[in-house]
């Protein structure tokens, strides 16, 4: 090969390099613009509807601190004794004292943290409002252990009416506000190792209604899809869902210290990371999972 038939093939490589780094380049801005623009314009309203739960509480919790403005669905927003309504004030008192500039303690509100957090409003459900209702979490539940061989259908049917019919309705419910928006439904599954196959926790029927839901949405999720309303599964972690769907329980003394909690502290059964890592990204994805996990750990990628 001489020098000049060298020089050409060597400029053609090149420029064909050039056009391959420029489309390249063009796809990855793009996608860059079409990610931020679309977490922009879903970040938007979430409805938790049973927040009177440990686990309904702690999503909202965890969504209000990630900067969502968080519908509280609650049985009784006006009461003064719901654990959750305590929980509810304190967070608001506390974040009252930390944009008080006549306090000398409060945190800078420049604070990532304190500048990142949204707003939670407890209300009864209300599938009229329109405050660009973006998602549905429903997080109701209940959980009856007993030994199938003694426990009465009755306990079956409970189960089956909070755990399956209720999340249906709700979907039904609010189906035309998130079609307009486009938007999602969580519901929650069972634990990827549930919990009521475990010897002796008596959770047999409670499991199978969980496991209907897992069925439920997956049939939902292709019902809707020409709607544009994304149906997505969470899964809890592997924690006695006695606890998981039970009233948060307020700390009131530390037996060994003797300290006093202050009002509105509770031991939660879940840690914020966890929900955050799941429920984040299957409510803002393009493309969301069909069901997402909180026990999962979070995969780190080093650069």
């Given at each position: 090969?001489?020098?000049?038939?060298?020089?050409?093939?060597?400029?053609?490589?090149?420029?064909?390099?050039?056009?391959?780094?420029?489309?390249?380049?063009?796809?990855?801005?793009?996608?860059?613009?079409?990610?931020?623009?679309?977490?922009?314009?879903?970040?938007?309203?979430?409805?938790?509807?049973?927040?009177?739960?440990?686990v309904g509480l702690q999503i909202a919790l965890a969504l209000y601190e990630a900067g969502y403005k968080v519908f509280a669905g609650l049985l009784d927003?006006?009461?003064?004794?719901?654990?959750?309504?305590?929980?509810?004030?304190?967070?608001?008192?506390?974040?009252?004292?930390?944009?008080?500039?006549?306090?000398?303690?409060?945190?800078?509100?420049?604070?990532?943290?304190?500048?990142?957090?949204?707003?939670?409003?407890?209300?009864?459900?209300?599938?009229?409002?329109?405050?660009?209702?973006?998602?549905?979490?429903?997080?109701?539940?209940?959980?009856?252990?007993?030994?199938?061989?003694?426990?009465?259908?009755?306990?079956?049917?409970?189960?089956?009416?909070?755990?399956?019919?209720?999340?249906?309705?709700?979907?039904?419910?609010?189906?035309?506000?998130?079609?307009?928006?486009?938007?999602?439904?969580?519901?929650?599954?069972?634990?990827?190792?549930?919990?009521?196959?475990?010897?002796?926790?008596?959770?047999?029927?409670?499991?199978?209604?969980?496991?209907?839901?897992?069925?439920?949405?997956?049939?939902?999720?292709?019902?809707?899809?020409?709607?544009?309303?994304?149906?997505?599964?969470?899964?809890?972690?592997?924690?006695?869902?006695?606890?998981?769907?039970?009233?948060?329980v307020l700390k009131t003394c530390d037996v060994e210290s003797g300290i006093i909690s202050s009002e509105g502290t509770w031991t939660a059964p879940v840690?914020?990371?966890?929900?955050?890592?799941?429920?984040?990204?299957?409510?803002?994805?393009?493309?969301?999972?069909?069901?997402?996990?909180?026990?999962?750990?979070?995969?780190?990628?080093c650069r």
């Amino acid at each position: 090969m001489d020098a000049e038939t060298g020089a050409i093939l060597a400029l053609q490589i090149l420029a064909l390099c050039s056009i391959v780094a420029a489309l390249l380049a063009y796809l990855m801005r793009q996608s860059r613009n079409a990610t931020d623009e679309y977490e922009s314009r879903n970040k938007r309203h979430v409805l938790v509807t049973s927040c009177d739960t440990c686990v309904g509480l702690q999503i909202a919790l965890a969504l209000y601190e990630a900067g969502y403005k968080v519908f509280a669905g609650l049985l009784d927003p006006s009461s003064l004794n719901s654990p959750s309504m305590k929980i509810l004030r304190a967070i608001e008192q506390q974040k009252e004292r930390e944009e008080d500039p006549t306090n000398t303690n409060h945190r800078n509100p420049q604070d990532p943290e304190v500048r990142a957090r949204g707003q939670i409003v407890p209300l009864e459900l209300d599938s009229t409002r329109e405050d660009s209702l973006w998602a549905i979490v429903h997080t109701g539940g209940l959980a009856l252990p007993g030994a199938i061989e003694r426990q009465p259908s009755s306990a079956w049917e409970s189960m089956l009416r909070h755990n399956l019919v209720a999340p249906l309705r709700t979907a039904r419910m609010f189906i035309p506000l998130l079609r307009a928006k486009r938007g999602r439904i969580v519901l929650l599954g069972d634990s990827a190792t549930s919990y009521g196959s475990k010897i002796g926790t008596g959770l047999v029927a409670y499991s199978a209604s969980r496991k209907a839901v897992e069925g439920a949405a997956e049939a939902l999720k292709s019902e809707l899809q020409s709607s544009g309303v994304d149906v997505v599964l969470l899964r809890p972690p592997p924690v006695n869902p006695l606890i998981l769907y039970n009233l948060p329980v307020l700390k009131t003394c530390d037996v060994e210290s003797g300290i006093i909690s202050s009002e509105g502290t509770w031991t939660a059964p879940v840690s914020t990371y966890a929900i955050q890592n799941s429920l984040i990204p299957a409510l803002t994805s393009p493309c969301p999972r069909i069901s997402y996990d909180m026990a999962a750990k979070a995969k780190l990628f080093c650069r």
